[in-house]
């Protein structure tokens, strides 16, 4: 038994903030922020609009694209790093608002490795018949989370939600999934507070993303070339028996360095940093589904999903489309 994907839906909210709009809040210029990460703009959720609010959108237009009643989805996964609420969970939130009553719901949080964690954890319940169809949903508003006054971060991400509709086939949909983590490297990149730790953390700086960039940038082009390399061998595939590469949008030079050691060209790699810039958990699936819509990837075509992020957490998806 098999996943297939059913259907995809993505979602940016409407307000944008562009590079020039950064110029103007902190030490930072357009052309330093194309070069170095290729990113051009980010949306960012209105004043009251949550994460929930963003998944919805895009778990509604992956069930429209599927064709599906609602009521029929037995599954609810939600990758996220930015949860409405401590509890309940995101995916519980999400279940109410479809209108979608007694089937498990819960969150996965793997930072930007989410997605593809959560697309692992939905496979093995329909694998094992747990489940017949499942939503998995990667959403998030990190602009919660980020320091607008520090210019090693603020200018990297952005809010959004992708979602994927899985369903039971006889036919080849994920082949496998790949998914790792290392602890050690916690304060590479992190929040400082949360829920247990520094609860009362009065501090924006403790509050938001804090990150050595440099080190991992270096971690995750090593990384995601070697998660590459597993996913083919699982498979006994080689490189050329990949049609689309579809990787988490971080920044386009770890993209196309991952993309060129697979030697991958910017043609075979589905490429939308530039219009969201780092959404995380959102990422992978926004990708999937704009090169779904927009034609590029077909029916019979094998694809690779990846992630790198926060923990650290890696991952990989290996596709028949
Ligand atoms: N505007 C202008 N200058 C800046 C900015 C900015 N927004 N941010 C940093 N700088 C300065 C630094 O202060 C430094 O100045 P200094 O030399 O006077 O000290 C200089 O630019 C160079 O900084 P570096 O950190 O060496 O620049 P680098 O080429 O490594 O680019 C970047 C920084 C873009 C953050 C890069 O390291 C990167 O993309 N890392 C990966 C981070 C990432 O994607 N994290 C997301 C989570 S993990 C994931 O999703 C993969």
Redesign the pocket.
Known sequence: MYSRIIGTGGYLPEKILTNLDLESM????DE??RE??GIQQRHIAADGQTTCDLAEQASNRAIEMAGIDASTIDLIIVATTTPDKTFPSTACLLQQRLNIHGCPAFDVQAV?SGFVYALSVADQFVKTGMSKRALVVGAETLSRITDWSD??TC??FGDGAGAVLLEASEEPGILSTHIHADGQYEEL?HVPSGVSKLPSADTVAERSMQ?K??E??KM?VNTLSRIAKETLEANGMQKEDIDWLVP?Q??LR?IMGTAKKLKLTEDQTVITVHKHA?TSSASVPMALDEAIRDGRIQRGQTLLLEA???GFTWGSALIKY
Do not use: K, Q
């Not at 902190?26 to 210029?29: A, F, G, H, L, P």
């Open positions: 902190v030490e930072t210029s330093w922020i170095r990460t930007c210019r090693n200018v990297l990149l990150m960039g440099n991992v940038f995750a988490h971080a920044n770890i780092n790198f992020g926060g």
